[in-house]
């Protein structure tokens, strides 16, 4: 038997409901917030991550998938592809690539699909996962450094938050500075490294040397003492740093959006500058990050594109829909009816009637006439019909049916006029 290959799943009914559930409500808030969909190829050139996400980040490091593509023509250069582990960069590529920045406005450009990295399979961690994330960015007269922008990803946020009905979270905060003033804390990181580097695990050795700030992310349960002990970003933010960091706290406190700063919290990319934040759930145990996002101004310079500074973030929606399911959410509307055909020749006025009721916008499915009504009643239960209605020559002569609500067991006999008003009560 061929399964589907560690780390990948599929989605099934039900839950196919809900995923589609959560990604309706994504359309309908972001559109409030007038951001539009951008979709990229899932593959890209290797380069545009590792020049991006970071060479010493774990993504780049060890966790893409990535092949020679054959050269077609002795013209062609042999080229490295990689399926996106994440999508701001293809989104900031796509920004350049058609030069996006032209019109002066703001882009707010949102996305949903499959991102794919070679982890270790665990409880909400596929290697084939799923994203929502949103980048908004632009040239800077379109103000598209300020803290306002910050603020207004993270209202449009807890408003996606609240209308999923995820309940429970919290916001953590940080500002992991710009390119002017990280250079002194990644300073300040080496020195204190110098010293304990040798008591920690191969990668923080490493990075120490490399890329000082991505030993915060090491999750070696024997390097947390030491990396506690070490300088923090906040010690080390210049002015005007410092300055957007309040402002974005500032409009949060007006907006009454609650937020805890997480001085330790830098995010796993190098690109992030200032603003990074994260939203968690209790539910998720500890890998408890439902989103993460932060800013990013320099990423698309960086990517040899004009200056255009921007802040996005990503859901994982397998973790969003796991927190959902955790806290049984009803969201999903159940079958209403199951239509009964009684006796030979009553298929054909079943599925009139069914037809009648779906085009009302009714939920419904069909028996079949060489189905007993026993059998019927047990699979509309199994179903989760709410009625079942029977559709038998005398019914069909009256224009009226015998509706059983299978939840009370009451049974009555509705005219076809006013089938839709009874079953909607
Ligand atoms: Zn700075
Ligand atoms: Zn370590």
Known sequence: MIKAVRGTRDLLPPDTELWNFVEHTVREVFARYNYREIRTPIFESTELFS???????????????????KARAASEKTQTLTLRPENTAGVVRAYIEHELGRSGLLQKLYYIGPQFRRERPQKGRYRQFFQIGAEVLGPTTAGSELPIRDAEVLDMLTALLDAVGLTGWTLYLNSVGCAKCRP?????????????????????????????????????????????GLPKIADYLDEGCREHFAQVRAILDTLGIPYQVNERMVRGLDYYTRTTFEFTHGKLGSQSAVLGGGRYDGLSEQLDG????????????????????AQQQQTLAPLKAFVVPLGEGMNRHALKLAKQLRADGVAVDVSDE???????????????????????????????????NLTSGLQTTVSRSELLGHLED
Do not use: H
């Open 51 to 69: 020049r991006s996400v970071g060479e010493e980040t774990d993504i780049v490091s060890k966790e893409m998938f990535t092949w020679e593509d």
């Open 184 to 228: 002194a804390y990644n300073q300040a990181l080496r020195d204190a490294l110098e010293n304990v580097k040798d008591q920690m695990c191969g990668d923080c050795q490493r990075r120490s040397e490399t890329n000082p700030l991505r030993v915060l992310d090491c999750k070696v349960p024997e390097d947390q003492p030491i990396i506690e």
């Open 306 to 325: 004009p200056k255009a500074p921007g802040i996005g973030f990503a859901i994982g929606e397998d973790r969003l829909v796991l927190a959902l399911q």
């Open 370 to 404: 060489s189905f007993r009504l026993k059998k019927s009643f047990e699979t509309a239960e199994k179903l989760g019909a709410t009625f079942a209605i029977i559709v038998g020559e005398n019914e069909v002569k009256a224009d009226a049916f015998a509706v059983k």
